[in-house]
């Protein structure tokens, strides 16, 4: 069974860094992007961060980038959101995905979703 379980989120105020983490099992995710994407309420799941299988890729959303860095640890199964300067607009649920293939933005192109993990920027 494949589990994504993202963990990291909290409260924290505008200005701060946050790292939030994925760890990936029941199968192997060789040749698969994992990505971050989140979702405020009222408003539509938004792509944040994909990084490629080998880890040589990455690509951000607009609204994050410069902010972010993500990573994986391909033999550990996990892979992290470093955010930095955040503001109170980022405050969302945050998701892991996986798509086989190449990174995706689209979230429907995703089939394998955590929980998802709470932040909330104050200002």
């Known amino acids: 069974q494949v589990q994504l379980v993202e963990s990291g989120g909290g409260l924290v105020q505008a200005g701060d860094s946050l790292k939030l983490s994925c760890a990936a099992s029941?199968?192997?995710?060789?040749?698969?992007?994992m990505s971050w994407f989140r979702q405020a309420p009222g408003k539509e799941r938004e792509f944040v961060a994909g990084?490629?299988?080998?880890?040589?890729?990455?690509e951000y959303g607009d609204s994050v980038r410069g902010r972010v860095i993500i990573s994986r640890d391909k033999i550990a199964n996990m892979v992290i959101l470093d955010m930095n300067s955040l503001k109170p607009e980022d405050t969302a649920v945050y998701y892991c995905?996986?798509?086989?293939?190449?990174?995706?933005?689209?979230?429907?192109?995703?089939?394998?979703w955590g929980q998802g993990t709470q932040v909330t920027v104050s200002s």
């Open positions: 995905a996986a798509a086989s293939g190449p990174i995706q933005t689209l979230a429907y192109r995703y089939r394998f």
């Open positions: 029941g199968r192997t995710f060789n040749n698969y992007a």
């Open positions: 990084i490629s299988w080998t880890g040589g890729t990455a």
